[in-house]
């Protein structure tokens, strides 16, 4: 088979660690037969996109192009391509391929498959250089992996449900939070104000406990129906043994033993956060009250459609703070200091 022919589009990389985004060109592969070719309008700001691009994973590879919380247009379709037309309003997450044979591809368990294809930060099959994100005009995705946005969404405030939304919807759903629940978001971030916007939505009670004093009120409006200030000891004391599940959207380190402690007993601690130094947990907070301590990885293709049409009925989306491509050095610094409210999103059209 021939090598596709690729085409160029603006594009924001990193050439290290230790630089700063700013603009350059990048190859997009021409379509292929089941590919769908995306104008992209706005791209969410991750904080996993931060942590790539100063290479706090240890496995970036540069120039590096960021951005997994894209929603855009269709502009051009494969002969093979069913499920979309030029002109639809689309999104792409987290992950542009996987192997689809495997038991977790074929569970639609695809942000598990050994071969997974991330959106940034993993080998483009069919070009063989890494796969580059949404901080760009276009981006080329096989049709499995292009997911459907309800209309009745507002498009910006919907793109960084195709990273936040799926990664907080994912464990609340998986570890069964509903009504008659007592519910924990640690974070009031990108994450953890779409964990508590779902927690809500389930009909748990919810908790959200932050750093940030100044974000009670908005907990509260987002969902919250208690707000916990995590630094004051008595505060979180008050909490203890309470919990039956508690989602940690941090991306620092953070003290798990004192969550661990708030959780009842069989009580459930999942890791959303993926901070890039190691966390100490002791034996005892999960030994004497058979608690579990857990990770989960965004979600599947099938679980980023239902929770995307959940969305749709329920009239959900984030709380976005629009800015310009070149602004997103300052959003960086900007994250890093807990100051977004409460997700970063891009306008592409700012590319130009
Ligand atoms: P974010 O918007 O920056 O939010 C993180 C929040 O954590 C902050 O707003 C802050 O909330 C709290 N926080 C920050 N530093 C803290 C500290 N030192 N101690 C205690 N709390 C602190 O980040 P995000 O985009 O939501 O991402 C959060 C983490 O999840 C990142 O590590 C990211 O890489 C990871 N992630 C994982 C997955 C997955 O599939 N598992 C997917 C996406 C992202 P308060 O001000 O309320 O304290
Ligand atoms: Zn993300
Ligand atoms: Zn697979």
Redesign the pocket.
């Given at each position: 088979m021939s090598k596709p022919i690729a085409y160029s589009v603006k594009a924001y990389s990193a050439g290290s660690a230790k630089s700063p985004l700013s603009a350059t060109a990048i190859s997009r592969r021409q379509p292929t037969e089941s590919d769908v070719q995306i104008e992209i309008r706005y791209c969410g700001v991750?904080?996993?996109d931060l942590?790539f691009v100063r290479n706090e994973w240890g496995f970036t590879q540069y120039p590096a192009v960021p951005g997994h919380e894209i929603i855009g247009r269709v502009t051009a379709i494969g002969s093979a391509v069913k499920r979309f037309k030029v002109g639809d309003t689309v999104g792409v997450g987290?992950l542009v391929d996987s192997c689809r044979t495997c038991p977790d591809c074929r569970s639609g368990l695809e942000?598990f498959c050994a071969s997974m294809v991330m959106t940034y930060g993993s080998m483009d099959k069919h070009l063989g250089t890494p796969t580059l994100g949404g901080y760009s005009q276009g981006i080329v995705v096989t049709e499995d992996f292009v997911l459907r946005i309800p209309a009745n969404l507002n498009a910006a405030a919907a793109a960084p449900l195709l990273?936040?939304g799926i990664?907080t919807y994912s464990p609340l759903r998986r570890w069964k939070v509903g009504p008659g629940q007592k519910v924990g978001i640690?974070?009031?971030?990108?994450?953890?104000h779409m964990g508590v916007k779902f927690a809500r939505a389930f009909g748990a009670h919810v908790v959200?406990?932050?750093?940030?004093p100044g974000?009670a009120d908005d907990a509260r409006r987002l969902g919250a129906h208690e707000v916990v200030l995590?630094k004051d000891e008595a505060q979180m004391a008050a909490q203890a043994g309470s919990f039956d599940f508690i989602l940690d959207?941090?991306?620092?380190?953070?003290d798990l033993n004192a969550y661990l402690n708030l959780l009842k007993r069989d009580g459930n601690l999942v890791?959303?956060?993926?901070?890039e130094k190691p966390m100490a947990v002791a034996a005892f907070p999960l030994i004497m009250r058979r608690r579990s301590l857990s990770?989960?990885?965004?979600g599947g293709l099938p679980e980023t459609q239902e929770m995307l049409d959940f969305c749709g009925q329920h009239n959900i989306t984030c709380d976005i703070e629009m800015i310009r491509m070149d602004q997103i050095n300052e959003a960086y610094e900007r994250?890093?200091k807990?100051d977004?409210k409460?997700?970063f999103v891009i306008d592409m059209t700012s590319l130009k």
């Open positions: 991750c904080h996993s942590h987290c942000q990273c936040a990664t640690v974070g009031l971030g990108g994450l953890g959200l406990f932050t750093t940030s974000k995590s959207t941090v991306s620092a380190v953070l890791l959303v956060g993926a901070p990770g989960s990885l965004i994250m890093l807990s977004v409460y997700r």
